[in-house]
């Protein structure tokens, strides 16, 4: 009973350090040259879509590797599901809210990539 009592005045401490640490890594690079109210703004919203983001790419990752695995270890099954799910924006920065950068929540490869190669020409 006693060890319980323990784990019940711990828990909201270590909810608390959670949150703190959370907000202390996410507002900061969400801070700019922009007016204030659009980096408020754009801090908010990193805050409130992060954690969405972030629980799709783990979901991705798993479900990835589980299909890595009951593919027979086929690496291009398993990243047609993490490219999609892992990459993408995370942090919402005061670009995304005036549109000059698109917040992409499902990601793409890199162009390179991918990217089918064709054989070099052979003298016949």
């Known amino acids: 009973m006693k060890e319980r009592r323990g784990l019940d005045v711990r828990f909201p401490l270590v909810v608390l350090i959670v949150v703190i640490t959370y907000c202390s890594v996410l507002v900061p690079p969400a801070w700019s040259q922009s ?14 879509y992060f954690p969405s983001k972030a629980a799709f790419a783990l979901g991705g990752g798993i479900v990835g ?5 009951l593919s027979g270890f ?17 942090i919402i920065t005061p ?4 549109l000059d950068r698109p917040i992409h929540f499902l990601g793409v490869a890199a162009e ?6 064709t ?3 052979t003298d016949n």
Do not use: F, N, R
């Open 112 to 117: 390179s990539e991918g990217m089918p190669t």
């Open 65 to 69: 590797g589980l299909a890595y695995v």
């Open 74 to 90: 086929c690496e291009t099954t398993a990243k047609s599901i993490w490219i999609p799910s892992i990459y993408g924006t995370y």
């Open 35 to 48: 007016p204030p109210d659009i980096q408020l703004t754009a801090a908010a919203a990193t805050i409130l």
């Open 119 to 121: 054989p070099a020409a």
């Open 95 to 98: 670009e995304h809210l005036s």
